[in-house]
């Protein structure tokens, strides 16, 4: 059981564990945590907090992708969350009692988690390929955000609404807690409850769990209600950050730098086994990755080409062909395949 | 229809019946041409003054970048693929090209080098694709990262353009027919672009595998149709496209943001589907293509002529999408059963 | 065809392993010109891997091919096709979203200057289809044809151009019997003109209707060939079947009749697609075996008895209430179970462990929330484990990598974890080793002894005798009979499946 769990994520772990170590020497400040006013400071804690969007969104698609699917809206999703709340909070007349964040907070992710059920329910129910049945949302969510804050930028002041991102909590971000419960809970549900197992049994073979009695369908739908929530309370710390409903900006390119952290956790995007663990640390990885970027000089906005570089690098690790002549060349095999019977060969057209 | 023979007399039940068994893909094109004529229509008796020529010409020449686009898109989309690289790549070829121009590089270089440049983005997607076997989607996604960086990486802020042959492409008002009905080079190369993709899909041998294997890889392959060179040609088409379209954007705009073309993949698939490609390939036209822009241009149209928000325009497209996936499910459904 | 010309195609010491468990083993076959020769077995046989080695596929391992007196080695279909062999799948391997002249010419389309012709294109595709005297506008899109329409098409593109070699593999799967008639008298038409057709059917009377000859095969190895005038019906059943030399103690329990029989399971009138109008019961403690040839219905009968499929027509009760099993969770939740005849891509859920495997149908019968903590669920695994013999006895190791029949056992183990009424496995022994096979056998018997009422589907007939107390015999989606298996020889048994209708 250690032995599986170790092989799992040892080159996840390995690879961030490179990350940092490169950064530390590169700048021994990098690992250096400052104490101010019993609250701490410093480059990893920034990373710390920083990934708490990314992380919730990631674990939403991590469900999903174990299903086979693909839940592109997220990032729009997170803009229409981000602006319900910022537009309760700045028509209220009390911005900052906490009754109005409470309800700005609530209805948000409320309308992400409906918009996830509308996701699940064109891919479980219609029957619409997950990337054609999310991108509808992903083009139409950002126009209904701009439309909720009117087509500007909402920006408020709400001292409670503020916490949630850049408030401390025993000396550590509150961002970073609300992150680790959320991993906690959908960790919780997902292992101790049989659900984890049955998504993963409906993303390996759906026919097969179909036979054995599998609600495939609800447990699909399901998915993509889970990462509805979880991107809309990313889109509330988004928002918190930077106080303010940005529908262009916030969650933009969020789905791709979330499915890259699942796939760098080890997670196959053909579905099946999922690693919620690996997904965590892939997103601490991407987290990482930006950060260095930003170290080395290079402008944000020229990450995604360090980016893409990762993920042609992953997904040629991942390629079959790619491992076939690392097999032939090594005379290694990757892997045995005693599942094939020699009925297997006949299977097709006999 | 009835069930029985329908070969002896042409009534009009055969004629139907004989349309529609050759020529039961191009359903889906009408009916998009019906939505735009329904919008034109709509749109006339709403607000009196719409179909005006100075409004239709000025639609090809918002829309020209987006059409050719959506042509390069039309050839992925039919062997079953989808390019999401498309807008970036728009992007970064117009940035490199307007920063050429700056550094005095004269335009007859800079726009054969633009084209490479977008041929061969898509070339690596092709690759990616074809020989690593990674998702369309994903490797796309890749290139899309990659050019968007490489087009900050030329420059964070935007490029204007002053070399004369650029903007000569857009400044020039050719009257097209009496009246104000004009058309820009842009328009016509657009136009031209979408000429030369119905053609070539039509009447070669490259454009008919293209429907074969999105029909049915495996058994184009049993056919002894080059599947591998033609998918990979069809990546390179589209970032040929998108190649083309960054010098094109150029032109419309007369500078480069390395911003420009966010979000456009989604209206280039958009566009394409509602023009009545199918997203499982091997059904569609480039024309139906050029017809789901022009729907596109036109809500974009009817809603600053409403001087409403422009974010509707994403909404609406998104439920237009939203309903041809849909009633494209259910053909796909019906068919099967057959 | 008296004066014997010399074989236009050859296959000598044929020889394909996957994963070292070997699919055909030295296999010769041989095909003349102006003759229609048949390839039967029964699933497994290794008639597939054959054909694909003679089209070019998937090359054989070892063996040569010879055509006309030359010897030959395919790598792609292509070159098959280039050298005259042509094929027509079972599945329509043809394109419906282009049009009918474009399915018959594409690859050799008419060009000019680089451009395809249409005019030339649609001319000579008509005049393909005139020869096969098949009248249908070319320039229509094949996907607006019925499917015995395209699979004449199919034959079309495969006979255009020079074709000396037509292999047809189950081409009359999806047709009637005028549609069948047609595609004879095609057939018959290209074997006049000295084609070497080699046709592939699991319907007995069409083989005997079109062929001249008639190779057979069995687990891999060649039983023999025969000229098919020559080789009664029964003993052609009798070849492809085999018997099995193992000799087994399971003695045959007799049948329950009278009043000790009490119907658990009742079908009436179960109806969809070709499978007409089956009746069957079934008491406890009752083995009912499904006898019948490859696609005489058994394994459809199995999947509407078991809510995997929902019938077009019919009724079931359980224990004399009216029930309907809409989908396999419905149907679990009243006791029906059902173990597919494809274990791999129905059954085993091969990421998932042992564990896993064993308790997922139970889990998802308790629901999500209600989760089996996991030393219940460890003690469950391990107790089947135990009691089927399954091997390794690590549980959680992904069943994937389990022997095929440690993933029969895992699947029965599933079943049998839900406690259900009736159990419905389909072939499960097909595949596995001599010794798993007996051991499935044996726990059948148990389960019956116990009190379990279970349907057991074989393609082999003699395990269906030896297993079940009764037999349901099936012909062409009909039920013909349902004896008990004491009255039952195998003789007999085979005598009824390979009767012609006409013969009654």
Not at chain 2, 68 to 75: P, Q
Not at chain 2, 79 to 95: C, E, K, N, P, Q
Not at chain 2, 296 to 316: D, P, V
Not at chain 3, 326 to 336: D, E, T, V
Request: aromatic letters at 6%; one cysteine or more; hydrophobic letters at 50%.
């Amino acid at each position: 059981m250690m032995n599986v769990l170790r092989h799992r994520l040892f080159w996840p772990i390995a690879a961030l564990l490179v990350l940092v170590i490169v950064n530390t020497v590169a700048r021994p400040s990098f690992i250096a945590v400052t104490v101010q006013g019993g609250q701490l400071y410093g480059p990893l804690i920034d990373i710390l907090r920083n990934s708490a969007p990314l992380m919730l969104v990631a674990l939403g698609m991590t469900i999903v992708i174990a299903t086979r699917g693909i839940d592109l809206s997220v990032g729009a999703i997170m803009a229409v969350s981000g602006a319900v709340a910022l537009t309760i909070i700045e028509g209220s007349p009390d911005p900052d009692g906490m009754g109005t964040v409470l309800i700005a907070i609530v209805t948000g992710v409320l309308v992400a988690f409906v918009l996830g059920l509308w996701n699940g329910f064109l891919v479980s129910v219609i029957g619409i390929q997950p990337i054609i049945a999310t991108l509808v949302l992903m083009l139409a969510g950002r126009g209904i955000a701009l439309l909720i804050t009117g087509g500007f930028i909402t920006t408020i002041n709400s001292d409670p609404y503020r916490f949630i991102a850049q408030g401390y909590v025993f000396g550590l971000p509150f961002a970073l807690y609300v992150s680790l419960a959320a991993v906690a809970i959908v960790a919780l549900i997902e292992r101790r409850t049989a659900l984890g197992m049955l998504t993963e049994a409906v993303g390996i073979n759906p026919e097969a769990s179909r036979l054995a009695g599998v609600r495939s369908r609800g447990i699909i739908w399901a998915a993509y209600a889970v990462s509805g929530l979880l991107a809309g309370l990313a889109g509330i710390l988004y928002s918190s950050n930077i106080m303010a409903a940005d529908a262009n900006a916030a969650g933009l390119y969020i789905e791709l730098d979330a499915i890259l952290a699942v796939v760098l956790g080890g997670t196959s995007l053909m579905g099946g086994k999922f690693s919620l663990a690996g997904t965590v640390v892939g997103v601490f990885t991407i987290q990482t990755l930006k950060s260095t970027i930003t170290f080395l000089g290079v402008p944000p906005a020229v990450s995604p080409l360090f980016l893409a570089i990762v993920v042609v690098i992953v997904v040629l690790v991942q390629s079959p062909r790619l491992r076939g002549w690392v097999a032939r060349s090594t005379r290694w095999r990757v892997r045995p395949a005693a599942s094939r019977d020699t009925e297997g060969s006949e299977v097709a057209p006999s | 229809m009835t069930d029985q023979s329908m070969l002896e007399r042409p009534t009009l039940g055969t004629a139907i019946q004989r349309f529609l068994s050759r020529r039961a893909s191009w359903v889906p094109f009408f009916a998009a041409l019906l939505i735009l004529v329904l919008m034109f229509a709509g749109a006339q008796a709403y607000f009196g003054n719409f179909l005006t020529p100075r409004v239709i010409s000025s639609l090809l020449l918002d829309n020209a970048y987006l059409l050719i686009l959506a042509v390069g898109m039309t050839f992925v989309i039919l062997t079953g693929g989808i390019d999401l690289s498309v807008g970036a790549v728009m992007a970064f070829t117009g940035m490199l090209g307007a920063s050429m121009l700056r550094d005095g590089v004269p335009a007859p270089v800079v726009v054969p080098v633009m084209l490479v440049l977008g041929a061969s983005m898509g070339l690596g997607v092709g690759v990616l694709v074809q020989y690593f076997d990674v998702q369309p989607f994903i490797a796309s996604l890749a290139a899309m990262f990659a050019a968007r960086g490489l087009a900050f990486m030329v420059s964070l802020a935007s490029i204007r353009v002053d070399d004369a042959g650029i903007l000569w492409l857009q400044s020039t008002r050719i009257q097209a027919a009496p009246g104000s009905w004009f058309i820009t080079p842009t328009g016509i190369i657009a136009i031209l672009v979408v000429v030369a993709g119905a053609l070539v899909l039509a009447y070669t041998r490259f454009g008919r595998t293209i429907y074969a294997i999105g029909g049915n890889e495996q058994s184009a392959r049993l056919m002894g149709l080059p599947v591998v060179r033609t998918k990979l040609l069809a990546y390179v088409v589209s970032g040929l496209c998108a190649g083309l379209a960054g010098v094109v954007f150029t032109a419309y705009t007369g500078a480069s943001y390395p911003l420009n073309g966010i979000g456009t993949e989604l209206d280039t698939i958009a566009a394409v589907v509602i023009g009545g490609t199918l997203l499982t390939g091997g059904s569609g036209f480039v024309l139906g293509s050029m017809i789901g822009v022009f729907v596109y241009g036109t809500i974009k149209t009817a809603i600053s002529f409403l001087g409403a928000e422009q974010s509707w325009t994403r909404i609406t497209i998104g439920g237009l999408l939203l309903l041809f996936v849909v009633v494209q499910r259910l053909i796909v459904a019906r068919s099967r059963r057959r | 065809m008296s004066s014997q010309p010399a074989p236009i195609l050859q296959v000598q010491g044929a020889t394909v392993r996957f994963q070292a468990e070997p699919a055909l083993e030295d296999v010769a076959f041989r095909m003349f010109p102006g003759e229609v020769h048949s390839l039967m077995g029964e699933n497994g046989a290794g008639k597939s891997t054959l054909i694909k080695g003679i089209t070019g596929a998937r090359p054989f391992d070892q063996g040569t091919v010879t055509l006309d007196g030359e010897v030959v080695a395919f790598a792609t279909p292509a070159e098959a096709q280039r050298a005259g062999i042509r094929t027509v799948y079972q599945e329509i391997d043809l394109l419906p979203n282009l049009t009918v002249a474009e399915n018959i010419m594409l690859g050799r389309e008419p060009r000019r200057r680089g451009v395809i012709d249409w005019g030339a294109m649609h001319r000579e595709a008509a005049a393909v289809l005139a020869e096969l005297g098949v009248r249908i506008d070319p320039s229509s899109l094949l996907g607006s044809h019925a499917v015995a329409v395209q699979q004449l098409v199919a034959i079309a593109r495969a006979v255009s151009g020079e074709v000396r070699v037509l292999v047809l593999d189950e081409p009359t799967s999806s047709l009637d019997t005028d549609e069948v008639g047609e595609l004879f008298r095609i057939l018959r038409d290209l074997r006049d003109r000295g084609v070497a057709i080699l046709f592939i059917s699991h319907f007995l009377d069409q083989v005997y209707e079109i062929c001249d000859r008639v190779t057979v095969l069995r687990n891999g190895r060649l039983v023999g060939e025969y000229l098919t005038r020559e080789l009664l019906r029964i003993d052609l059943v009798q070849k492809m079947l085999g018997r099995s030399g193992d000799e087994l103690a399971i003695p045959s329990r007799p049948a329950i009749t009278g009043d000790a029989r009490g119907a658990v399971l009742r079908a009436g009138g179960l109806t969809r697609g070709r499978v007409h109008g089956i009746d069957a019961d079934l008491a406890e403690g009752e083995v009912l075996g499904i006898a019948g040839l490859l696609g005489s219905g058994r394994t459809e009968v199995a999947r509407m008895l078991t809510g995997i499929d929902r019938p077009d027509a019919g009724r079931i009760t359980l224990e004399g209430a009216a029930v309907a099993p809409g989908s396999p969770r419905r149907a679990i939740a009243l006791g029906l179970t059902y173990s597919s005849e494809n274990r791999r891509t129905e059954g085993i859920i091969s990421e998932l462990t042992v564990r896993e495997n064993i308790t997922i149908s139970l889990q998802a019968q308790r629901g999500i929330f209600r989760r089996m903590r996991l030393t219940r669920q460890r003690e469950l695994a391990a107790s089947w484990v135990d009691a089927l013999g399954i091997r390794p006895t690590a549980i959680e190791q992904p069943a994937g990598l389990l022997s095929g029949g440690n993933q029969q056992k895992v699947l029965l183990a599933r079943l049998l974890a839900l406690a259900p009424r009736v159990m419905v496995l389909d072939e499960p022994t097909r595949g596995i080793d001599i010794g798993a096979k007996v051991e499935v056998q044996r726990l059948v018997d148990e389960l019956a002894e116990n009190g379990m009422a279970v349907v057991f589907i074989s393609a082999e007939l003699e395990e269906v005798l030896r297993v079940s107390t009764r037999v349901m015999l099936l012909r062409d989606g009909r039920l013909v009979d349902t004896l008990p298996a004491e009255r039952l020889t195998l003789e007999t048994l085979l005598a009824t499946i390979a009767k012609a209708d006409d013969r009654a």
